[in-house]
Nanobody, 119 residues
Framework: QAQLVESGGGLVQPGGSLRLSCAASGFRFGISPMNWLRQAPGKELEWISDISGGAGYTAYADSVKGRFTISRDNAKNMLYLQMNSLKVEDTAVYYC????????????RGQGTQVTVSS
């Protein structure tokens, strides 16, 4: 059964860093485009980054460009999001998702991990 499990969230002060991980199983991870999404309280789900199967292509939302870095380890079926210079407005539940950000729905999405940026 296909599954995505996020980890690495927590409480961090503004300006701090966190690294999120997403463990994938049950599908051909190495050829799948992968994404990070987030949903802040009271707001809609927001796409923030994606990466191609071979990791040759990455893209970021303007809100995180220059601060966040997406990466993957296809040998370990792992997706990562390095988050630096965190801001209070980065507080959200972060999800990893499989599929194209241009599709009408995600093929698969994890349960999410909470990131709280607060002093």
């Amino acid at each position: 059964q296909a599954q995505l499990v996020e980890s690495g969230g927590g409480l961090v002060q503004p300006g701090g860093s966190l690294r999120l991980s997403c463990a994938a199983s049950g599908f051909r991870f190495g050829i799948s485009p992968m994404n990070w999404l987030r949903q802040a309280p009271g707001k809609e789900l927001e796409w923030i980054s994606d990466i191609s199967g071979g990791a040759g292509y990455t893209a970021y939302a303007d809100s995180v460009k220059g601060r966040f870095t997406i990466s993957r380890d296809n040998a370990k079926n792992m997706l990562y999001l390095q988050m630096n210079s965190l801001k209070v407005e980065d507080t959200a539940v972060y999800y990893c998702a499989k599929g194209s950000r241009y599709a009408s729905t995600w093929d698969l999405r994890g349960q999410g991990t909470q990131v709280t940026v607060s002093s």
